[in-house]
Each structure stands twice: as C-alpha cells, then as structure tokens.
C-alpha cells in the first residue's frame, strides 16, 4: 500500500512539473518596423532572477513567469517594454520599436558574428531597418551617403562610384558583399557593382570602413559593405508599393513573407523603370528579386537558402563639357552608348550549434554574371598635333561563373570570456572577355557621335579561371572587465589562368600566363570600456589588393602592375551622455599605401591603372545622434580627410612631372551629411525629415592646378502611415531631392582638353504609395 502512495505521489509531481513547464510562458519579439524575429532579445521578471533570451528565429519560453507578473522585454538599440503575461496563457508576439538614440545596436560584419558595436574594435556603421523604412530611397547612395566617411557617387541608373578613406575612383579598393558573402570574386571588381543588390530585399546596412582583410580578404581597402537581407517573419506578411518622379521614373515594389511550421519563406524585389528624363539618353529598365527559405531541422541546426536576380539595361549618355553642364543643356553626344546587366546569385548555408558555445557554419555559392556594354568612356578622339583625325571605341562583354564555398566555426571559451572564430574560403570562378573595334562616326562642327561600325577586330579575347583559397582566425579575449584584447590573421591566394584567343599580330599579350598574389594579412585591435556608455578603441590592420584582370589582360593597359598593399593605424571612441539623448562616434585613422593602383587619365580621356609609389590617407570620421525628445532625432555624420601622393610621377608629352607631395584628384576635404527627423505624437505615424548634404572642394587635376568647388544640397522627405486599425499598414510619402534646385555636379575630372561633368538631377518630386500586411498572433 506504501508503495501505491509513493507511486501516485510521484505522478503528481511529475503532472505538475509537465504543467508547469506547459504554462511557461513562450513569445516571439519582432521588429516593430520590419517585421523580423530579434534573436538575442532578453526577457526578465524585474527584481528576479528568472530570465532568458530568444533563439535566432526571435522566440523564447520562459518558466516561472505567472498570471499576475509583468516582464522587462529590452535589447541593444530598441526602447524596452513591460508587459504583462497573459493569463490565458496564450503566446505573446512583441514588437520592439528602434531607439532614436542608440550605441548603434548589435552588427555581425565585425567579425562575421553578431556582436555589441560597442565590442568591435573598428569604425562600423549601420543603416537601420527603420532609417532606410523613413528614407524611402530610390539608390542605394541616398542610404549610404548617411554613414561617416561614405561618399557614394550618384551617376544615374543605379550607377556609381565610391569614395570610403580614398578619393573618388572606380578602383577596386571595396568589398561589397550580400549576407558576408563577395557578390563579386576577387580580380572582377566592378565600380557599379551595387546595381547587382535586391535594394528591396534589404534589411540593414553595415559599413567597415578601412582595410578588413584579416576576415573578408583583399579589395576591403577603403571599406566592406555589407547588404544583409530580409529574413523570413514568424507571422504572415505582405507588402506593396508603387512610387514615381516628375521625371519618368516608376518603380513598383512586393514582398510576401511568413513561417510554417520549421520552414520560413521570404520573397520580394522591384521592377524599375525610366523613361524622358531630365537627362538626354537616359531610359533604363531594371528588375530585382530575392528568395529565401530557412528551415529549422530543430532547435540546433538551420539551413537557409537564398536566391537573387538581378537585370539592368540601361542607356549611357557620358559626361558634360562646362558649356553644356554650366548652362543646364543635358544633352547626350551620342545615342548608341549602353549598358546590359545580368546577375544571378545563389547560397545554401547549413548552421549547427553544437552546444551555446560552439557553432560551425558551412555556405556553399554559386554566381553568374554577365555584363555587356558599349561604353561612353571609351570613346576616343585621335588628334596629331591638336587636330581631330578620327574617333574609335569599343563593344565588350565580360561574363563568369563562380563556385565557391565558406566554412566557419566559433567557439566561445571559458578562459577570460574569449571567442575564437577560425574559417576558410574557396572560389573557383572561370570567366571570359572580348572587346572589339568600333569605328565611329563624328559631326565634328557639333561634337556629336553620330553612329558606329563594328569592324568585327577583336581588341581582347581570352579565358581565366580564378582561383581564390584563403584561411583565417580571429581570437578575442576579455583581458580584464573594462579591457577587451582581438587579434586576427588571414592568408590569401589568388591565382589568375590566363588563356588568350588570340595570337601573332592580333594581340600584345602572352598566349598564356599565370599569375599568383599571396599574403598574409594580420590585424590587432582593442576596445577599453570607461564607464556605462562609453569607451575607446584602436586597432592595426594591413589589406592587399591583387590588380584587376581587366588591367592585367586588355590590350588598352600598356603599363605593368604590381600588388598594392596597405597599412592602416586607426584609434576612436564613443558615448552617450544626458541620460542617453546624445551619442557620439569619433575615430581617426592614417592609412599608407605602397603600389596603390591608380586610374591616369589619358591625351584621349580615357584611363589606364598604374602604381603610385607611395600614398597616404588620413582622416577624422564621426557621427553625432541627438534625441531631445521621443517625436525629434538629429543626425550628423562627416569626415574631413588628406589624401597625399609620397612618390608618384607622370609621363605627359614626354615630360616627366614629379607629384610627390600633391592631394590626390577627386579626393574632397570635408564630406558632412546632417538630417533631422520629426514624428510629431499629435499626429501619430506623421514624419517629417531635412536632409542637408555638403561635398567640399577638390582637386580635379593630379597636377593641383584645377579645382571643383563642391556643392550643398537639401532634401526633403514628408511620410504618413495611417494609424487607423482598418487601414494600419497605408503608408503615403513624397521625397523632394535638391529642394533649392542647385547645379551641380556629383563628380568632376580635369585633362589636358578641358573639364567634364556627371551631372545630377535638379529638383526632383517623388511621390509613393504603399501597404503592408502583417497577421496578428492568434
């Protein structure tokens, strides 16, 4: 009988223990703004020790928490919350609302694992989910231009250059990435690579600015920026939008989002048109979309699939003389100069937690790219003696295939609260070029192309397989409480097959070469915590980067290249005062580079790479935040920078010109973007923004003898969401860019014949209208 008592005393215990744990209470915490599960988020019973944290789909349970409770819901960059548990018992979805004033949150492109910014020992920048929500941007260069150090140069069509710690240049001195991966490999760099991201399929945006090598490889020079993508909700949502300008520009966005059971989908992009411009030769069509899929095997072990494609076909109308740029006549001088664009990417990334401290993940890739074009910069004149005799350019294509593969694992220690992240990398990337003669035809009296032959000559024909191994670590380590030590190293080898088509007379390249660039990359770095809220940081890195195929292999390209390299010394700081309503970011930074490779322009404007001997870039970059109230944020983001020829000489006219001590051409002094932002509480889901834009003077000219003034720029942005249950989720806005209608120029270069312009738009009126649907939890 005993025992029959001891029996059903057990199943008692044992029915409560399995109720309690059925009744702890379970949730998931979303972006108020995006949608997207936080993981990481902490939830606690305040005055208890009861808590716990979300897993990477943004849910949590958590035992202990009763009917009559409330939890502490808070997280790195979002204003907290209280709630109380239901007693119902049903599940709770929270959604948190960004901080307007914030220690910029949590970033992963660091150290390629999410992490405090606070932790990172480097100047990263983040565009927000909800910055880029209020932003509305039509390109990338309206997000990108927000973040210190940034210029992004607007050349119409999605087009640009870039200028992050180096002057303005389509140098191959960035790595653009897309969820930590290169959507481009190593050699094929493209200064107009960014018209290959899914704008639509964005959630954030991370900027490491100076050389990244010891994690990401060479080309991270000036900077990496990293698009990471729109993750799967938890809940169903969907989305349309469809916007336009005074100027023919249409584009219509939609995106549909939601998880059932262990699989989560996500799908969206935009189509995207112009049409008459403001610019003559203009028109361009483009089409972006992304799909993901992350399936959860169990709570240990997620594999994520994603896919994007991208095509643009665009017309390419060159740049200005100062007549035409000065008296606002945007004529092209041809009407046969294009661009056409294919891009696919694929990944399948498998991640397994082997305990909370172990995690190992393995991405395997697959890219294909194709872009063809007959561009406007290689038109040439040929004159003797300054008289014009005949004008040439040329039709190419450049198109690869990549195979590639990531591994990386992290293990977090129990020694001083260390981490080390060890990983490798493979990319196989065979690709093929061609450039052919064209013959054109000239109205000389009115500097006009009128039209092109196609000699059928091949200027370059050829074939490379690209082979990049590399193999990297990084250990951090807690020194004491305040000092946190981080130390890097990474080796890198890249391998460029060359195999001409073409022989004898019809080249001046080798029938085939290889071509081998390795080094070993290391970087150190610490982060010192002074108090609650602030701190200081240095670190010391070195980045590569190997010359470009395109350099190596054209027959244009008559001058040898060597691998650059760079040292870069950086220190910094940050904190926030007056009970969090303030926050500064500051860093400084001397970077030196040795065989940096240059574009020079040519007699007949165009450009050929070389090495400067020496180089040296300095700069101060900071970023300033103030929330004076909930309903106002101010932002201020600049840099004033000295970029500096060491050694660097010219041939001109077979002369030599010694330039040794001159600031490098396109290189402005001071770039500041400043914007406030007001929501006011009496007019819910009312916002207003005033974006303010200076880009300081400029050499033109490698010889310092010409200069660009620069330029000011306002622009407004005015948006409403409805806040009305049945219409939650209308959203109307309309963006005024260049409010005073200033002329100007995004970029300006000088030679021998005269000056040229990229010009930008005038005043320009979009207007948009979207709506979102997200279920509510059941």
Known sequence: MKSIFIAAGLAVCASSSQAQQAAALRGTILDAQTQQPLPGVSISVPGGSIGT????????????????????ISFVGYNAQRVHVPANGRPLTVRLEAAPVSLQGVVVSASREQEKRTEAPVAISQVSPQLIADTKATAPYQLLNKVAGVYMVDLGNE???????????TNAVYLYLEDGLPIRPIGIFNHNALYEI????????????????????SNAIGGAVNFLTQKPAPLPTAGVSVQGDGFGYRRADASASGTVGRLGLYAGGYMARQRNSWQDYTDFDKQSWTARADYTFSPKTRLIGMGTYNYLNTQTPGTLDSAHFYSRRYQSNNRFTNRVVTAVRSSLRLEHDWSPSQQTALTGFYRYNSTGQLPSYYIADVRVNGVYQSSNGQVNNQSFRS?????????????????????????????????RYLAIQKDVANNFYTGYTDTGRYLDDYKIDLVNTAAYAQYEVQATEALRLVGGLRYDRVQYKFSNNLSGSQTTKKAAQDNIYNIVAPKLGLTYALGE???????????????????????RQQIELQQANFTNYEAGGWVALFERKVYLDLSVYQMEGRHEIISVLQADNTTQSANAGATRHQGVEYSLTYAPVSEVNFRLSGTNARHTYLDYSEVVNGKNFDYAGNRMAGAPGWIVNAEVFYKPRFVPGARLGLEYQRIGSYYTSTDNTKTYAGYNLLNLRLGYRLPQASLRGLEVWTNVINLTNELYASVVTANQYGTTYQAAAPRTYTLGLGYTFAAKAK
């Open 53 to 72: 944290t979300t897993d990477p789909n943004g849910h949590f349970a958590l035992a202990g928490a009763t009917p009559t409770s409330e939890v502490t």
């Open 159 to 169: 087009q640009h250059m870039m200028a992050i710690r180096q002057p303005i240049s």
């Open 198 to 217: 899914n704008q639509a399929g964005v959630r954030s945006i991370e900027v490491v600015k100076g050389p990244a090598s010891s994690l990401y490889g």
């Open 403 to 435: 195979y590639g593969a990531l591994v990386q694992h992290r293990a977090d220690l129990g020694f001083l609260n260390s981490r080390l992240i060890v990983g490798g990398y493979f990319d196989y990337s065979p690709s093929t070029y061609f450039a």
């Open 533 to 555: 809220n602030r701190g200081v940081y240095a670190n010391f890195s070195t980045g590569f980067q190997p010359p470009e195929t395109s350099s190596l292999y054209s027959s």
